[in-house]
């Protein structure tokens, strides 16, 4: 008998590389936080012991998800601003909110907040723009959940930062602080081409290639924009993005609607990744990521909630469904984006987009144990023919269960083990009364 931490025995087990897979009656085994090995159950009972072992007899067992594109603070913001077109929501609701607000402890208790929620619906990655990221990364050690958090650029005063060379130079400091924690990593957060000028975009280009890290930047988010940009600097945004030097595989692209179609070959070229928000991008009417075309093009294609305040949730498995259906209305086209090309996107191509492909997004040997449970066994997920397309296509965010994070348990049976839910009922409550009094 071999002895390893934690055993992990699943009805069925979808490692989501190779493609389509469903493993039934298989264990994921963990040690040091990472997989050992993903064997048939018969196999790992036979030949592997641990003091750990859990029986998932009803659950499949799959990646957490990654969300490629959030603002997790702005869960105070959830239901603030409904029903408004993204420039109306922005300028005259978002902005002015955050100008009012968005200071460290709003940062604080908004990313608790966010990232309990996100737990609990299987996310064990998300990709934060926001002010104070070293806030962000506190929250996410605090709870257990693994971080990639922006060092944002925006061409306007913060209470994070007054100019362009305070944002870099604060960035850095957050970048220099977590570069070698296991949870945390960084990016770089321009916030958009319309807020940030030509010489901040160029010198994210540069030290993104110094301290070899992703650039997440919202682009295209409507035709509007891209209008806009024309008006006003005579190139469309992917276009100017292309003579600053920012097109490459480090790219990570948010929204990504009006496009043409030699900018899908063109951001497939670069190896720009995209990261898709259907529902924000439905709820403010920005427009329509073409993703069954972006696919065919090569162009590796993530799923992320953006903001709650935008959304209104943070729950990928929504997201996910969305996106697979939505795209099949956008393509015309029923055999676009199926089920476990839906699940790829919300986990290992999120993964990719962030450069951790090696690390997590999908259940193999040596990659980081971060997994969620998802019961299968109730009466509304009968009958069970395939796993995958009960998941993505009825299945709900309460019937994830269980989460581990580098094989650490942060949810059991439905409960946050790593954050005093009582404590943050009241947190979000008071920030409630406090906005809601202006
Ligand atoms: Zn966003």
Redesign the pocket.
Known sequence: MQQVDQIIHARWVIPVEPAAEVLPAHSVLVRDGRITAVLPTPVATRDFTAPRIVHLARHALLPGFVNA???AAMALFRGLADDLPLKTWLEEHIWPAEARWADREFVRDGTRLAVAEMLLGGTTCFND?YFFPDEVAAAAIAAGIRATVGMIVIGFPSAWARDTREYFANGQAVHDRYRDHPLIRTAFAPHAPYTVDDDALRQVAVRAEELDVPIHI?LH?TAHEVAEAVATTGLRPIARLERLGLLSNRLLA??VTALEASEQRLLAKAGVSVAH?PE?NLKLASGFCPLAALTAAGVNCAI?T??AA?NNDLDMLGEMRTAALLAKAVAGDPCAVPAHVALRMATLNGARALGLEQEIGSLSAGKSADLMAFDLGGLRAQPVYDPISQIVYAGHRDQITDVWVAGRRVVEERRLLSVDEQDLLATAERWRARIDAR
């Open positions: 594109h959030t603002h723009m919202h988010e948010v929204h928000c924000s992320g953006d903001g935008s």
